[in-house]
């Protein structure tokens, strides 16, 4: 089974949370045929082990899907957009999932005294995320999930 680097801020919730968020998208990576492997992020060890670990999970992986949704404020984890970076540079496939709101909704309802004063343009492309982070983000893990399945197995099939 292809293994899926599950990756995104979930790391930081309560363990009860973290766990039940683990379990939802394990049973929904299995039921498309594919194996979550989630960061490994054990307290009081060497932050540039816990990188290293991780971005060789990365590599070690047939594909990524990232939560970026908001992550305290309007922006995705700062760590899980680094993680997207370098699975597209080693040629990764990535899915990613961003919630319903496009980034001009989102930016728009956190600003108290509109955009126009706090920034003289909020890009409008219709996007979940920023533009970089690519056109194709879903609005949900589960759309996510199958765009990423999709992938994953035709890739398979191709090379076979």
């Known amino acids: 089974m292809k293994k899926i680097y599950c990756a995104g801020p979930f790391v930081f919730l309560m363990p009860e949370d973290r766990q ?8 929904k990576l299995l039921e ?3 194996e979550p492997l989630f960061p490994w992020n054990e307290e009081g060890r060497d932050v540039s082990k816990i990188r290293e670990i991780n971005l060789i999970h990365i590599e070690e992986s047939a594909g990524v899907l990232a939560d ?3 992550f305290r404020g309007t922006e995705p984890d700062a760590g899980t957009v680094y993680e997207c ?3 597209s540079c080693v040629g990764i496939p990535l899915a990613a999932y961003a919630g319903g709101k496009t980034y001009k909704e989102s930016v728009t309802d956190i600003l108290t005294t509109g955009p126009e004063e706090n920034y003289r343009l909020i890009e409008d492309f219709g996007l979940h995320c920023n533009l970089m982070l690519g056109s194709d983000v879903c609005s949900t893990a589960s759309e996510a999930i199958r765009s990423l399945a999709i992938r994953i197995h035709s890739q ?3 090379a076979a």
């Open 68 to 70: 970026l949704r908001p």
């Open 20 to 27: 039940k968020t683990q379990c939802w998208l394990q049973r």
């Open 85 to 87: 970076a370098w699975a």
């Open 32 to 34: 498309q045929r594919l």
């Open 156 to 158: 398979a099939r191709h």
